[in-house]
């Protein structure tokens, strides 16, 4: 069985695979403190839940992280608790896809990673859509290749910035308002939130388009559930869109 272990600035997600199939997946904070043994009884718990154990069921590891000292606990955790190298998506790693950005090595594991997915799902071209600590939006080319993409602040480092420059503001839920047009602060803060980042998303989304052509557009990242019915231009939500790549690169390097 495979770990495929997408390490976000916010949140970690496991997910436990069986073959091509999709088990079992967790979600857990992002802790760059956590040693390798706190992560190892983390792991060992969920696994724990279907009976599976570290010596007898995990064959592989794959990871795409934004975060050097998780990665670095990560490593240490997989190579005492499982006996094998674990492998990372960094330069130098097979992924079956050309990156032509400037400087390859500045892309985040896990825009490959969606890339390669994105392309292995729905073929070329297509753009992708990250909802994260930061968005990302990237492309694939009709060849499979990775052209680039663009990188804005995600929704809730965005609220928490303004919340924390705006005194007269008050955090509120991140859900769809009653009305576009807010009766209240804490419906015009919600109306922002939700319509003005799935516009940001539609108007970048189109740029893309414009200069790609036809393409599927797919989104993925926790917080795609509440944006994807407002937006114009998404056609496909792939939840776990980065841990499918990760299990695709990890079978390429096997």
Known sequence: MLLAIDVGNTQTVIGLYT????????????????????????????????????????????????VPRVTAALREMVERYFGFAPLVIEPGVR????????????????????????????GGPSVVVDF?????????????????????PGIEIAMDALFGAAAALRRVELVPPKNVIGKSTMESIQSGAVYGFSGQVDALVDRFVAELGESNVIATGGLADLLIPYSRTIKHHEPWLTLHGLRLVYERNR
């Open 19 to 66: 073959g091509t199939d999709l088990t079992d997946h967790w979600r857990i904070a992002t802790v760059a403190e956590h040693t390798s043994d706190e992560l190892a009884l983390v792991v060992q718990q969920f696994l724990g839940f279907h009976g599976f154990s570290f010596e007898d069921s995990i064959t592989g590891v794959a990871i795409a992280s934004g």
């Open 132 to 152: 994260g600590t930061a968005n990302t939006i990237d492309a694939i080319s009709g060849r499979g290749e990775y052209l680039g993409g663009a990188i804005f």
């Open 95 to 122: 992924t079956g896809m050309p990156i032509l950005y400037d400087n390859p090595k500045e892309v985040g594991a896990d825009r490959i990673a969606n890339a390669v997915a994105a392309y292995d799902l729905y």
